[in-house]
């Protein structure tokens, strides 16, 4: 995790926060769902606490979540960690049924990496034009909320149905501040006329108890909203980076139902990405066999994958039975859950284990290929040069990340592959076609001795091997895309 196993202070349970970070809100309403007790420490993030800064040392970012010394970060993992860790306390945020775990983890997604996004430029607009144009931008993200309401509640009050789940906690911890801008912008966001749906389960969420006991003062949020468009009006930065979203993982989609076919088991995919890479070796280390893969030309996107994913039009996409899951991490745990007794787990069964390996998961698809895909996508040899340096540190983090995943082992699963490494695994190939091209060697054995053997290891696996493309067919893949990119 992003902390060292340490930096717990002198109560079983802590949380470092700031109080008007929706990041943070989420957390203390799920620990309030759960009728945890807990320690709040605020943080100043302009005068950071060496507690935080031990804790978190990779993005040394609040929330934080410290649990007998252990410390979990990220909010949304946090959230599932607090639903595993007290799973006998209060009602559960996650459902029961894997297909509808994968669609909360979905919609939970969307919220941080989809909405918030959009949301952020009208919170950040301090004229009337720029309102006017963010709120217009905004407007097809709730859309596509309200139509997901409607689809996860099944007319009941909440997205988990009778009792506010992951979905609602991740979505309503934003509500205060959604309230506060369209007072200052003179905006209805969850407007009741266009979205009767999101209108009411809002005002059914903020009556909660625990959400009461958990969200900040509306007067006070909207007196620290004042104070930044104060300050951008005069051009200065913003003073604490409140609503960074702490969670920008690569996502594809989730469908509703009932986008199927004839197989029971069907992976819409294009061979060569290592997002469908990476469920093709979740499958195979799950010993999951007989499902039929569907190449999609995403130039001409089948109607079986609007169909299925009609909210980002993306693969892979898994459809079980008719039921379509959509975005890679999402699928990993899905497979893993839905096939538990079929293979090793890719997750451990230890809660803080499990939140450790969705930390770094997220990592991958968010710090490191974020720094990757640049490298990736030049076209020079001095472009290439250049950014090649830029995505180094994240794999010194990987290595380090090894060293304390693995535990001297050979994968970071341990001795057998787990989620990390099939997220992870996933790029391999795409490793080894840009090194061919570009004349690199990111895995230095040199440089990078533990990621290197890890490399071996995990190819050497039989059922990896076998459902990995060839490197000659991804180089293929990247010269054709570098040759239209030039012309």
Same mark, same amino acid.
């Given at each position: 995790?992003?902390?060292?196993g340490?930096g717990?202070?002198?109560?079983?349970?802590q949380?470092?926060?700031?109080?008007?970070?929706?990041?943070?809100?989420?957390?203390?309403?799920?620990?309030?769902?759960?009728?945890?007790?807990?320690? %709040?420490?605020?943080?100043?993030?302009?005068?950071? @606490?060496?507690?935080?800064?031990? @804790?978190?040392?990779? *993005?040394?970012?609040?929330?934080?979540?410290i649990?007998?010394?252990?410390?979990?970060?990220?909010?949304?993992?946090i959230? #599932?960690?607090v639903?595993?860790?007290?799973?006998?306390?209060?009602?559960?945020?996650?459902?029961?049924?894997?297909?509808?775990?994968?669609?909360?983890?979905?919609?939970?997604? %969307?919220?941080?990496?989809?909405f918030?996004?959009?949301?952020?430029?009208?919170?950040?607009?301090?004229?009337?034009?720029?309102?006017?144009e963010?709120?217009?931008?905004?407007?097809?993200?709730?859309?596509?909320?309200?139509r997901?309401?409607?689809?996860?509640?099944?007319?009941?009050?909440?997205?988990?149905?009778?009792?506010?789940?992951?979905?609602?906690?991740?979505?309503?911890?934003?509500?205060v501040?959604?309230?506060?801008?369209?007072?200052?912008?003179?905006?209805n966001?969850f407007?009741? +006329?266009?979205f009767?749906?999101?209108?009411?389960?809002?005002?059914?969420?903020?009556?909660l108890?625990?959400?009461?006991?958990?969200?900040p003062d509306?007067?006070?949020?909207? =007196?620290?909203?004042?104070?930044?468009?104060?300050?951008? &009006?005069?051009?200065?930065?913003?003073?604490?980076?409140?609503?960074?979203?702490?969670?920008?993982? *690569?996502i594809?989609?989730?469908?509703?139902?009932?986008?199927?076919?004839?197989a029971?088991?069907?992976?819409?995919?294009?061979?060569?990405?290592?997002?469908?890479i990476?469920?093709?070796?979740?499958m195979?280390? =799950?010993?999951?066999?007989?499902?039929e893969?569907? #190449? #999609?030309?995403?130039?001409?996107?089948?109607?079986?994958?609007?169909?299925? &994913?009609?909210? *980002?039009? =993306?693969?892979?996409? !898994?459809?079980?039975?008719? /039921?379509?899951?959509?975005?890679?991490?999402?699928i990993v745990?899905?497979?893993?859950?839905v096939?538990?007794?079929a293979?090793?787990a !890719?997750l451990?069964?230890?809660p803080?284990?499990?939140? $450790?390996? $969705?930390?770094?998961a997220?990592?991958?698809?968010?710090?490191?290929?974020? @720094?990757?895909?640049?490298?990736?996508?030049?076209?020079?040899e001095?472009?290439? /040069?250049?950014?090649?340096?830029?995505?180094?540190?994240?794999?010194?983090?990987?290595?380090?990340?090894?060293?304390?995943?693995? =535990?001297?082992? *050979?994968?970071?699963?341990?001795?057998r592959?787990?989620?990390?490494d099939?997220?992870?695994?996933?790029?391999?190939?795409?490793?080894?076609?840009?090194?061919?091209?570009?004349?690199?060697?990111?895995?230095?054995?040199?440089?990078?001795? $533990?990621?290197?053997?890890?490399?071996?290891?995990y190819?050497?696996v039989?059922a990896? $091997?076998?459902?990995?493309?060839?490197?000659?067919?991804?180089? /293929?893949?990247?010269?054709?895309?570098?040759?239209? +990119?030039?012309h």
């Amino acid at each position: 995790m992003a902390g060292g196993g340490g930096g717990g202070g002198g109560g079983e349970l802590q949380l470092l926060g700031t109080w008007s970070s929706p990041w943070v809100i989420r957390v203390r309403v799920a620990l309030e769902t759960k009728g945890l007790s807990y320690d %709040y420490v605020e943080e100043d993030l302009s005068r950071k @606490s060496d507690l935080l800064l031990k @804790s978190n040392p990779l *993005h040394k970012k609040v929330p934080v979540l410290i649990h007998g010394g252990q410390p979990v970060c990220e909010s949304l993992v946090i959230l #599932e960690y607090v639903d595993e860790a007290w799973a006998g306390a209060g009602p559960p945020l996650l459902p029961a049924d894997p297909y509808d775990r994968a669609a909360a983890r979905f919609w939970a997604s %969307y919220v941080n990496d989809t909405f918030f996004p959009s949301w952020k430029a009208l919170f950040r607009s301090t004229t009337t034009d720029q309102r006017a144009e963010a709120f217009k931008n905004v407007v097809p993200q709730v859309e596509t909320l309200e139509r997901a309401f409607r689809e996860c509640s099944k007319g009941k009050a909440f997205f988990a149905g009778d009792a506010a789940g992951l979905v609602d906690v991740a979505l309503g911890s934003h509500l205060v501040w959604i309230k506060v801008v369209d007072e200052v912008a003179g905006t209805n966001l969850f407007d009741e +006329a266009k979205f009767p749906g999101l209108a009411a389960w809002a005002e059914r969420f903020l009556s909660l108890d625990a959400v009461k006991k958990a969200a900040p003062d509306a007067g006070e949020v909207l =007196k620290q909203y004042e104070g930044f468009l104060a300050k951008w &009006n005069e051009g200065a930065a913003t003073p604490q980076k409140i609503l960074n979203n702490d969670l920008r993982i *690569h996502i594809s989609a989730m469908a509703g139902l009932g986008a199927g076919g004839a197989a029971e088991l069907r992976l819409l995919e294009e061979r060569v990405s290592p997002y469908c890479i990476r469920v093709k070796h979740a499958m195979a280390v =799950k010993g999951v066999t007989g499902y039929e893969c569907v #190449e #999609e030309d995403l130039e001409h996107k089948s109607e079986l994958l609007l169909a299925s &994913n009609p909210v *980002h039009k =993306k693969v892979p996409v !898994l459809i079980h039975n008719g /039921a379509p899951v959509c975005e890679s991490l999402v699928i990993v745990q899905y497979v893993d859950e839905v096939w538990a007794g079929a293979g090793p787990a !890719l997750l451990p069964s230890d809660p803080y284990e499990r939140s $450790r390996a $969705r930390f770094w998961a997220s990592y991958i698809d968010d710090k490191f290929f974020s @720094s990757y895909l640049p490298f990736f996508t030049a076209t020079t040899e001095e472009a290439r /040069a250049e950014k090649f340096k830029d995505v180094i540190p994240q794999v010194e983090t990987l290595e380090e990340a090894f060293e304390e995943c693995s =535990k001297g082992k *050979h994968f970071f699963g341990g001795d057998r592959i787990g989620f990390v490494d099939v997220a992870l695994g996933g790029y391999l190939r795409l490793f080894k076609a840009l090194d061919e091209v570009a004349g690199t060697r990111l895995l230095d054995a040199a440089k990078f001795p $533990r990621l290197a053997a890890w490399a071996e290891h995990y190819e050497a696996v039989d059922a990896i $091997r076998g459902a990995s493309p060839a490197v000659a067919d991804v180089v /293929a893949f990247y010269k054709k895309m570098q040759a239209a +990119a030039s012309h």
